[in-house]
RNA sequence: AGCCUGGUGGUGUAAUGGUAGCACAGGAGUUUUUGGUACUCUCAGUCGGGGUUCGAGUCCCUGCCGGGCUGCCA
């Protein structure tokens, strides 16, 4: 690490380092609560930590901070493993759960009873509440605070062998019930919960709070640095308080501002309910900003590194852009995605003067970005489609595309031009009739003549016909919680996402692809197969994005 | 209202007392068998007011604005 221009986390590790703090180690953790589905705000944390230790030369635990049992899910644990390695990155055997220190945890509260710094509490949700003071008035101590040792301790004993109701007892911890900070004010570490843990079962009838558990399970880690989003900056001096009256290595916390992206959601709680009211296929629809959802339609895992080292560190509130997401998935895709043609709308295409019955090869390449991505085989004959918006019956200016009397490229194929339209009795374009010239076959003549259009067709003979999904974004507004009163963010949700369509073709080497690699349909976007479709008869592609079109963009107003 | 925290082009992020830079987006152009890609050029910024200094985005004071905090969630 030497270049400059750090962002303000790494500054502080390299002066870290540079100072022999730690033995100049650097261990860093990427701690979710198995209860819900990853998403791009974590791909960022996780970008970071797991980043920060390659680059310092240390370690980044994977960590399950599953102290509430009563949210989450072994699903969910399986689904964050999957996501972290996808995306890739590898925890080795450093994968932690915080209910491996339950035990642990336990004694320490203990030990802060003993020491007069603890206490059983009796107060109810509501007697607490009023207890707890307000932002600007001062709490007052619980009736309970003073009460002896050995009876916070007999009570403590009786609520771990679940004597006692989910709801009817704490454990505090003694702090300062005037602190301007509300996290300071006695804050609960313990609570009753009759629920089965994925880990533990039914071993504990107490489960820790966030602060009680957090700080200590990265002290138990050796993590140097502790980084976390903002809104968990009012809890380190808990972490501090913690970490000093139990006497253990101190880790330090590192707060940063978390992903925003503009036009989606980034809160499980939010994902949570598009999935359970079923506005969503699931966790990994799709348009969800979910590293499952993105996967499946088909976002890379690089692409979404290099956002993540884009959208930069600080700690001031932000909104990105989706044109920048989009941008680094261009930027990938055009380097590896193999070339394909195919038509979303199909326009009959006949070609006058070419031979009923023959069936010739073209060569087509893979992908012009990459020579050694080769070359492939795609049919051609007198029966073609092209792309219903690729011709114009009465052209603006400047259209290269496809008009009467027009000469266009077939994109490795000929020269043709159209010599007349077939109009249905509605009045509705059904077929071109085209001639072709059979010296420019492969897409040049020896005349050397400039043709400046050039379209994507397929060969009626060969061509396949997927289902096709496009999805466009998740919600209207650029920010979805921008609502009405009274309204939610549901109200933002765009109803246009998604778009099926039935009647696409595209041509037959589509069937040789691998499941998951991106390929891109020219001059329409970039497509997956989608990893729910039964291949190969009701293949279902994904649109992952279109292309940057600049004629569309242009053409808008 | 109290406490905490933050304010640099449209968006994001650099510059740590010494020429305000980079990326995306926007605009113009060159190349092109993808109206793609690549390349070139371009528009545009230090929240306001005081102060310290030869010199302030940076330090000090003050005002304004944004975000967070009153779970036995994390």
């Keep these: 690490m030497e270049e400059k221009n750090l962002d303000f986390i790494r500054t502080i590790i390299s002066e870290d380092v540079a100072s022999q703090k730690n033995e100049g180690r650097v261990h860093t953790r990427f701690p979710p609560e198995p209860n819900g589905y990853l998403h791009l705000g974590h791909a960022k944390s996780i970008c970071l930590n797991f980043g920060i230790a390659n680059e310092f030369n240390g370690l980044c635990n994977l960590r399950l901070d599953d102290t509430n049992p009563s949210a989450e899910k072994v699903e969910y644990a399986r689904a964050i493993q999957e996501d972290v390695k996808w995306l890739g990155f590898d925890w080795d055997d450093r994968l932690f759960h915080a209910s491996d220190y339950f035990q642990q945890l336990y004694e320490w509260a203990v030990q802060l009873i003993n020491e007069g710094k603890a206490y059983v509490c009796e107060l109810s949700f509501e007697e607490m509440r009023k207890h707890r003071g307000t932002l600007t008035e001062p709490g007052k101590n619980s009736p309970y605070r003073e009460r002896e040792r050995s009876e916070s301790l007999d009570l403590f004993e009786r609520m771990k062998a679940g ?248 994109k490795y194929a000929y020269y043709v031009t159209c010599k007349e339209v077939v109009k249905g009795e509605d009045g509705k374009i059904m077929e071109l009739i085209c001639e072709y010239d059979p010296q420019s076959r492969g897409g040049g003549t020896p005349d050397e003549r400039k043709v400046k259009g050039t379209i994507q067709w397929v060969d009626s003979t060969t061509a396949i016909n997927p289902e096709i999904r496009l999805y466009d974004r998740l919600f209207k507004a650029p920010n979805p919680d921008d609502v009405e009163e009274g309204k939610d963010f549901l109200s933002n949700l765009n109803p246009d996402s998604l778009t099926s369509l039935s009647s696409a073709l595209v041509e037959k080497s589509i069937t040789d692809l691998k499941a998951a690699e991106p390929f891109q349909l020219e001059r329409i976007g970039y497509f997956t197969v989608d990893s729910k479709s039964k291949s190969p008869d009701s293949l279902v592609l994904n649109r992952t994005v279109a292309m940057r079109d600049s004629w569309a963009k242009k053409h808008l107003k």
């Design 163 to 410: 004597e006692f109701e989910e709801g009817s007892k704490t454990l505090r911890v003694k702090i300062d019930m005037h602190s301007p900070n509300l996290n300071m004010r006695d804050p609960v570490i313990y609570r009753i919960l009759h629920q089965e843990h994925p880990e533990t079962g039914d071993k504990w009838k107490i489960y820790p709070s966030y602060d009680f558990a957090h700080g200590q399970s990265d002290s138990l880690e050796g993590i140097t640095h502790s980084l976390c989003t903002l809104e968990f900056e009012h809890h380190r001096p808990l972490y501090d308080w913690f970490c000093q009256n139990l006497q253990i290595h101190h880790p330090q916390q590192i707060e940063f501002a978390r992903l925003n992206l503009n036009y989606t959601i980034m809160s499980k709680r939010k994902m949570l309910r598009l999935v359970e009211e079923k506005h969503v296929d699931g966790w990994d629809d799709p348009r969800m900003p979910t590293l499952s959802g993105m996967r499946r339609r088909g976002y890379t895992a690089s692409a979404i590194r290099s956002f993540c080292e884009k959208v930069g560190l600080a700690k001031r509130e932000n909104v990105i852009e989706m044109e920048l997401l989009e941008f680094c998935l261009r930027e990938d895709l055009n380097k590896k995605a193999h070339r394909r043609l195919g038509v979303l709308e199909p326009l009959k295409l006949t070609i006058s003067n070419y031979p009923d019955d023959q069936v010739e090869e073209l060569d087509a390449v893979n992908n012009p970005e990459d020579p050694s991505a080769g070359t492939r085989k795609i049919t051609f004959s007198k029966h073609l489609f092209i792309d219903r918006n690729d011709f114009m019956e009465d052209p603006p200016k400047k259209f290269f595309r496809m008009a009467v009397g027009k000469e266009v490229r077939l």
